[in-house]
Nanobody, 116 residues
Framework: VQLQASGGGLVQAGGSLRLSCTAS????????MGWYRQAPGKQRELVAK???????NYADSVKGRFTITRADAKRTVALQMNSLKPDDTAVYYC???????????WGQGTQVTVSS
């Protein structure tokens, strides 16, 4: 499956953005859908992920501010980001992972920049 991320941009601290990831095919078979981010000079890190059953997991730094949702019928996963901080500045990547064959798909990334 190919993933297309969108919704990044420039926002002031305290603002909100909504990232969206659309898959080229069905995501029903993918156990986990997630968002990762990579800031300059840092390793890529998990931001949030959601299982096929709807269970979610968030990085401590975004808990209470970000919400991940998944709509398999629409082949989309979204990340609502509120109360953004300059430390949230990074390239955000969409990810799909399937356990049975360790299939790991990545989107192209979308830039999020939060100004202070």
């Amino acid at each position: 499956v190919q993933l297309q991320a969108s919704g990044g941009g420039l926002v002031q601290a305290g603002g909100s953005l909504r990232l969206s990831c659309t898959a080229s095919g069905s995501i029903y078979s993918y156990n986990d859908m997630g968002w990762y981010r990579q800031a300059p000079g840092k390793q890529r890190e998990l931001v949030a992920k959601i299982t096929a059953g709807g269970s979610t997991n968030y990085a401590d730094s975004v808990k209470g501010r970000f919400t991940i949702t998944r709509a398999d019928a629409k082949r989309t996963v979204a990340l609502q980001m509120n109360s953004l901080k300059p430390d949230d500045t990074a390239v955000y990547y969409c990810n799909a992972y399937r356990y049975r064959d360790s299939l790991d798909a990545w989107g192209q990334g979308t830039q999020v920049t939060v100004s202070s």
